[in-house]
């Protein structure tokens, strides 16, 4: 039964590739395909808790919240890595409820925000392989944080606000806004570009570690432990009360990645390091998004199986079949 379930849903999501805004519900009852402008809603509408979501490429519309606790998988956010099934957008806001435990989400381009409703307690939240153009905001005062966020291999445009979240990793990451408004989380192993104002603002009592700051500004936090960052300002402010160890400091932007400029992301950008082996993080691992415990995935592939080849004839044959192949990879991580 578990063979021809997940043959069915291999099927299912190598057809997505020949529609339009398709999306297949995988529940413990089988697979069901939701088609057209309202795939997402309508697919989001009929899941229960513990389904999983595979997006294809194309264009979905949110529903209003999220607030069931659900899996959701893209096709990416890269264009030459999503060549057979084009990229998968959420147009708009997406947000979270109160009852949106364990939510994960992978490989799917965001065109706006991303919020945590004020003051709900959201719990286990995943966000990986991401693309967020808007502001990220875990919004609230604290009186109910979410805890255990994982921001991991994800692309933010905008900045990460993380007012009501306790328990937060923020890693392998690409960060072209600053980080703001935490304490007691753990930052590694991205490359933050904001500058020349603080790239973490009001973040204290943290673990800083294995990042590469463009800007430069650093941090006007309290308590923070920053050990191996590569920081190209030559005099960072540490902020306040702070234990700096073993950064690599005042090195030239220039002479950082193999192919970068300026302070905004950009997929023609080669984000891998002139000399990986002179700049080491606490683990031993290249500084960046390269190294650490999640290295960065080229292409940021998701997960689930991923369509590499995608061949359709224009016509059918003399025997009236038409000819497709289509080649799926697994995915281990």
Sequence with gaps: MKKQTLLSLIIAIATMTLNAQTIALHSSTGVQIFKG????????????????????????????????????????????????????????????????????????????????????SVNYVTIKRCKINGLFRVRGNMSTPSTNLSLIGNVFVGAVYLDNAQNVILSNSIVQGNVAYNSGCLITNNIILFGPAYALHDISNSQINNNIFIGTGLSNGVGNTYTNNLIVDDTPAYGTSPTAIGNYVGVAQADIFVNQTGNAFNYAHDYHLQSPASYLGTDGTEVGIYGGLFPYKEGAVPLNPHIQLKNIAPTTDANGDLQIQIQVEAQND
């Design 37 to 120: 402008n309202t795939a997402l809603v309508d697919a989001y509408t009929a899941s229960q808790n513990g389904d999983t979501l595979y997006l294809s490429g194309h264009t979905f519309a949110p529903p209003a919240a999220f607030d069931k606790q659900l899996m959701i998988f893209g096709a990416g956010h890269y264009v030459d890595s999503t060549l057979a099934t084009g990229k998968t957008f959420i147009n708009g806001n997406v947000l979270l409820s109160e009852n949106a435990d364990q939510f994960y989400i992978e490989g799917v381009e965001i065109t706006g925000g991303f919020e945590i409703t004020n003051n709900h």
